[in-house]
C-alpha cells in the first residue's frame, strides 16, 4: 500500500443517493507516495482531469444539490456520456488507492457507475478518507468544530477556489491529506 499512487477523487452529482441521482463531474488528482528514511510521507503530483457527465435523468435530479455544484445545462453541452468518463477515469486510476473527504459518498456512486457500464473498477480495494485522519488528527483541537471540507480548508489555510466543482475539491483534498499526514 506505501507504495501505489493515490487518486484523490471527488464527485459531483445531481443528488445524495446512488441508486436515484447521477455523477455529472468526476475529478481526480494523482500523486505518488514518497517517504524519506525517518517516515515522513511527502507526495509527488503526477497528473490531474476531470470529466463533466451528461446526466440521462436530469428530472430525477435534487434541486438542492444542482444549486449546491452549480449545475447549468448550458455548462454541459459538451459533457460525455457516463460509459466514456468511467473508461477514461479507469484507465487513469489503475492499480491506484482512492482517497476522499467522505470517500464513502464517492465511492458508492463510482461502484453504482462501474456496474451499470460494466467496467471494472481497476482500483485498490482500499480506500483513504480524508474526514477519518483529520478526527484522528484535529480531534482534541478546540478551533476545530467540524471536518466538512471548508472548515478544514478554512483551518489549514488551504484555498479551495470552485468549491463544490469535481476537480477543485479533489485539489483540495490533495491539499488536506498532505496537511494531516505528517501532523
Same mark, same amino acid.
Given at each position: 500500500?506505501?507504495?501505489?499512487?493515490?487518486?484523490?477523487?471527488?464527485?459531483?452529482?445531481?443528488?445524495?443517493?446512488?441508486?436515484?441521482?447521477?455523477?455529472?463531474?468526476?475529478?481526480?488528482?494523482?500523486?505518488?507516495?514518497?517517504?524519506?528514511?525517518?517516515?515522513?510521507?511527502?507526495?509527488?503530483?503526477?497528473?490531474?482531469?476531470?470529466?463533466?457527465?451528461?446526466?440521462?435523468?436530469?428530472? =430525477? +435530479?435534487?434541486? %438542492?444539490?444542482?444549486? @449546491?455544484?452549480?449545475?447549468?445545462?448550458?455548462?454541459?453541452? /459538451? *459533457?460525455?456520456?457516463? &460509459?466514456?468518463?468511467?473508461?477514461? =477515469? +479507469?484507465?487513469? %486510476?489503475?492499480?491506484? @488507492?482512492?482517497?476522499?473527504?467522505?470517500?464513502?459518498?464517492? /465511492? *458508492?456512486?463510482?461502484? &453504482?457507475?462501474?456496474?451499470?457500464?460494466?467496467?471494472?473498477?481497476?482500483?485498490?480495494?482500499?480506500?483513504?478518507?480524508?474526514?477519518?485522519?483529520?478526527?484522528?488528527?484535529?480531534?482534541?483541537?478546540?478551533?476545530?468544530?467540524?471536518?466538512?471540507?471548508?472548515?478544514?480548508?478554512?483551518?489549514?489555510?488551504?484555498?479551495?477556489?470552485?468549491?463544490?466543482?469535481?476537480?477543485?475539491?479533489?485539489?483540495?483534498?490533495?491539499?488536506?491529506?498532505?496537511?494531516?499526514?505528517?501532523?
Amino acid at each position: 500500500m506505501k507504495n501505489q499512487i493515490l487518486a484523490f477523487i471527488d464527485l459531483e452529482t445531481t443528488g445524495l443517493l446512488p441508486n436515484k441521482h447521477e455523477i455529472i463531474e468526476i475529478g481526480c488528482v494523482l500523486a505518488r507516495q514518497e517517504f524519506s528514511e525517518s517516515g515522513v510521507l511527502t507526495l509527488e503530483y503526477i497528473d490531474e482531469f476531470e470529466y463533466k457527465v451528461k446526466p440521462t435523468h436530469i428530472e =430525477t +435530479a435534487d434541486p %438542492v444539490g444542482l444549486s @449546491i455544484n452549480g449545475y447549468d445545462e448550458k455548462d454541459w453541452i /459538451f *459533457a460525455i456520456g457516463l &460509459k466514456e468518463a468511467i473508461e477514461a =477515469t +479507469a484507465a487513469r %486510476v489503475k492499480n491506484t @488507492i482512492m482517497v476522499g473527504h467522505n470517500v464513502a459518498f464517492d /465511492f *458508492a456512486f463510482l461502484e &453504482k457507475a462501474f456496474e451499470e457500464t460494466g467496467i471494472q473498477n481497476p482500483m485498490h480495494y482500499h480506500k483513504l478518507d480524508t474526514i477519518s485522519i483529520a478526527y484522528a488528527k484535529l480531534h482534541n483541537h478546540k478551533e476545530v468544530e467540524k471536518f466538512s471540507l471548508r472548515a478544514l480548508c478554512d483551518y489549514l489555510g488551504i484555498e479551495n477556489k470552485r468549491a463544490h466543482s469535481a476537480l477543485s475539491d479533489a485539489r483540495a483534498t490533495y491539499e488536506i491529506f498532505q496537511k494531516l499526514v505528517n501532523m
